[in-house]
């Protein structure tokens, strides 16, 4: 598996939100301002470190989902951005629907090959990217509640706004929590694992994808075609959990820390 989707079409509403104490350069504020989390400076562009920690993890060919307004980001790959090891595609995504709609809009760059999909606003670890590569058949890779506080950039009650995934006996994926309580998460067993958005799919994901209704937010959501997936198609998913912090920059006050983990990190491409 070489493939990797990287869900790049948010609008960006959250990083827009002026931070006064997010203390932001000219640059930083610029970018900021278009919502294109991606292109933040952080020595260089962020999506450089998404892409070379993919490149690192083995995967060879990478597609942005972006929205047919995403100029900056398409000039930016297409004249700035020199890849040795990567190959960068773009899938359109023509309105702002939701994840599972993120999904299929990349269907054809896919075709049937099994593929890894993120998103353009986090930092993932190479052991998870890799993990990934080397499951059998489609899984997750989860996150230890403990190390994403120790080694990441969210804070603890932000955290807990997080989704939490639950494995069976079997270490398959039995559910995903959206939100939940702490008197809930005592009563589960087996390993639970923060969830980021960082899966290992087949083609049957878009068939999901296609049977979910919208969500009480008006989108398709991806959590709810994993479900589908799950109870409908019988897709058995591998839950994995890494002892390894993902970064988070969605909004403002998350340059500086993120500024801070990745300013000495090498970025091969």
């Known amino acids: 598996m070489d493939k990797a989707v990287i869900m790049a079409r948010g609008l960006g509403k959250r990083m827009r939100a002026v931070n006064e104490q997010a203390h932001l350069d000219s640059e930083q504020a610029a970018v900021a301002a278009t919502g294109v989390k991606a292109l933040m400076p952080i020595g260089r562009p962020f999506l450089d470190y998404a892409l070379g920690a993919l490149a690192e ?32 595609e773009f899938a359109v995504q023509e309105e702002p629907l939701g994840t599972a709609d993120a999904v299929v809009a990349a269907e054809a760059f896919v075709g049937t090959d099994a593929f890894a999909i993120v998103n353009s606003d986090n930092y993932y670890p190479v052991e998870a990217l890799a993990g990934l590569r080397a499951m059998a058949g489609p899984g997750l890779a989860a996150f230890a509640r403990e190390n994403m506080l120790r080694q990441g950039n969210i804070a603890e009650e932000r955290l807990s706004k997080f989704a939490v995934v639950e494995a069976d006996e079997d270490g398959f994926l039995r559910q995903i929590i959206e939100k939940p309580e702490a008197e809930m998460l005592q009563g589960f067993k087996g390993p639970l694992g923060i969830g980021m958005n960082c899966w290992r799919f087949d083609a049957r994901i878009f068939e999901a994808c296609r049977a979910i209704d919208r969500s009480a937010r008006g989108e398709f959501e991806l959590p709810d075609a994993v479900q589908y997936a799950v109870d409908h198609l019988g897709v058995r998913f591998a839950v994995r959990v890494f002892d390894a912090a993902v970064l988070d920059l969605s909004n403002q006050g ?16």
């Open 57 to 88: 993890a083995g995967y060879r060919r990478v597609c942005l989902v972006i929205g047919p307004e995403h100029d900056a980001l398409r000039h930016y790959c297409g004249e700035e951005l020199h890849c040795e090891r990567l190959e960068i």
């Open 254 to 269: 998350d340059v500086q820390a993120v500024t801070r983990f990745l300013q000495d990190k090498e970025v091969l491409l």
